[in-house]
């Protein structure tokens, strides 16, 4: 199995993958409707990941919903202030003044209305004068008989920001499609929405194995780690707008098939780490015989299986994907990366389908073992150049969580020198 010949390609192992999971999440998919209020709530539960709109929302209103002031200014008709030169100023009476939430009345022509930002333009009037271009250039105490002096004219619609300018009643606000990220959650709520159709994220069983798991915040006996795998894919998984039930099961067949039994009904796939290597506990290979167990000629991640389960109870089975990705805690989130992320995020559309890519030379030289496509942990120097995060090791999670770099060196390369440029993608 570990032979260099025997190894499926990295790229043929992501096509299967896709192959398999994305057409099983594409026929599992739900539509709910749901008010913008509980999108919102559901954007504050950071493990439900962002919300993707299904159908064209359309505005209930005008954004602005009335022409409205963009200055602190005076309101006033363009026409009076026609003739205003510095030698020979228009002088206005004031009138009341308008703040932001009052209706004020019509102004008449002759006049100028002290109007703050936001405030509504009164009937009549169609142009403001910024505070600061009036003489004087502060507003008169409220009540006080005023005069307001313009030495110059102003444009009809100068600082008015007209209703509908944004976008006008019935139009689509946010087209579907669209991740209901904080700006569309603020239009769809100020554009008067009730209620969007969003797609219902897909869930996911994630199962952490290894009977030397112990879950975060409990006491660590001798020989025992945390469950990091549980956390780590979790929230990669809500990244890409995935929910997720998560279980730790140790190296016993019998309780990897309990909880396989017991899945939530709406589960769309199954995800594991651990057992798949072949030491003498690997639950999931020895458990899951129907999927395909092999190597991938890719360090970290080479062992990995991939498959169809069963799930649920025995009078009401259903036949999920199963991705499984080794429990070496590198290992599992580079194969995320390089293999699922992409498919979850084309699935649910709630991000980018790829990292950001990028290309850049050495920092220093690197060695990786010819027949293996090697992802290394990196970051760029302040000379933009790309240096590693600690060694290849697939246990180095600490490395991980400092690097901001997946770095790769494809098979056929077993050195590299410092200069020679290489392929990465952002991971952060
Ligand atoms: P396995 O793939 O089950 O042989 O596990 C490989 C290595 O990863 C072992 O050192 C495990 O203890 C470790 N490991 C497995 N699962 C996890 C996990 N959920 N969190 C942290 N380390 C893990
Ligand atoms: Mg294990």
Do not use: C
Request: aromatic content about 4%; charged content about 15%; overall charge negative.
């Amino acid at each position: 199995m570990d032979h260099e010949s025997s190894r499926r390609p990295l790229a043929d192992h992501a096509r299967a993958l896709a192959t398999l999971v994305g057409p099983a999440l594409a026929s599992a998919r739900r539509t709910l409707s749901v008010a913008p209020s509980a999108v919102l709530s559901a954007a504050r539960d950071a493990a439900s990941g962002p919300r993707v709109l299904v159908t064209d929302a359309a505005a209930a209103t005008h954004l602005p919903g009335f022409d409205n002031s963009q200055m602190d200014g005076y309101a006033v008709r363009a026409a009076d202030l026609a003739g205003a030169t510095p030698s020979d100023p228009v002088e206005l009476p004031v009138t009341a003044p308008v703040p932001a939430g009052t209706q004020p009345s019509p102004l008449g022509p002759g006049a100028a209305a002290p109007v703050m930002t936001g405030a509504p333009i009164p009937d009549g009037a169609d142009a403001v004068v910024k505070i600061e271009d009036a003489d004087p250039p502060a507003f008169p105490e409220p009540g006080a008989d005023a005069t307001v002096r313009f030495s110059t004219p102003v444009a009809p619609g100068a600082f008015v920001r007209r209703a509908g300018s944004d976008v006008a009643a019935g139009d689509v606000v946010v087209p579907a499609g669209t991740p209901l990220g904080p700006a569309q959650l603020g239009v769809l709520v100020a554009a008067g929405v009730t209620e969007v159709d969003v797609a219902e994220p897909p869930h996911v069983l994630l199962i952490s194995t290894g009977s030397e798991l112990v879950a975060a915040g409990e006491p660590l006996g001798p020989a025992q780690l945390y469950d990091a795998n549980g956390a780590m894919l979790t929230a990669a998984l809500a990244q890409v707008g995935v929910r997720t039930t998560h279980r730790v099961v140790p190296d016993d067949p019998a309780a990897l098939r309990a909880v396989l039994m017991d899945a939530p009904e709406d589960v769309a796939l199954v995800v594991t780490s651990g057992g798949v290597s072949a030491g003498a506990y690997e639950v999931v290979r020895q458990t899951l015989t129907d999927a395909w167990f092999g190597h991938v000629a890719v360090q970290p991640g080479g062992p990995q299986g991939l498959g169809t389960i069963a799930v649920g109870p025995v009078e009401a089975r259903r036949e999920v994907p199963l991705v499984a990705f080794p429990g070496n805690p590198v290992s599992a989130l580079v194969s995320f990366e390089l293999f699922l992320r992409p498919v979850l995020a084309t699935a649910t559309g709630a991000g980018p389908t790829l990292r950001p890519r990028g290309r850049g030379p050495l920092a220093e030289p690197v060695d990786s073992p010819a027949h293996l496509h090697q992802v290394r942990r990196g970051r760029l120097d302040a000379d933009g150049r790309v240096e590693m995060v600690g060694g290849p090791g697939s246990h180095l999670l600490a490395h991980l969580a400092a690097a901001t770099l997946l770095v790769h060196v494809p098979p056929g390369v077993a050195h590299l020198d410092e200069g020679d440029d290489v392929d990465y993608w952002e991971i952060r």
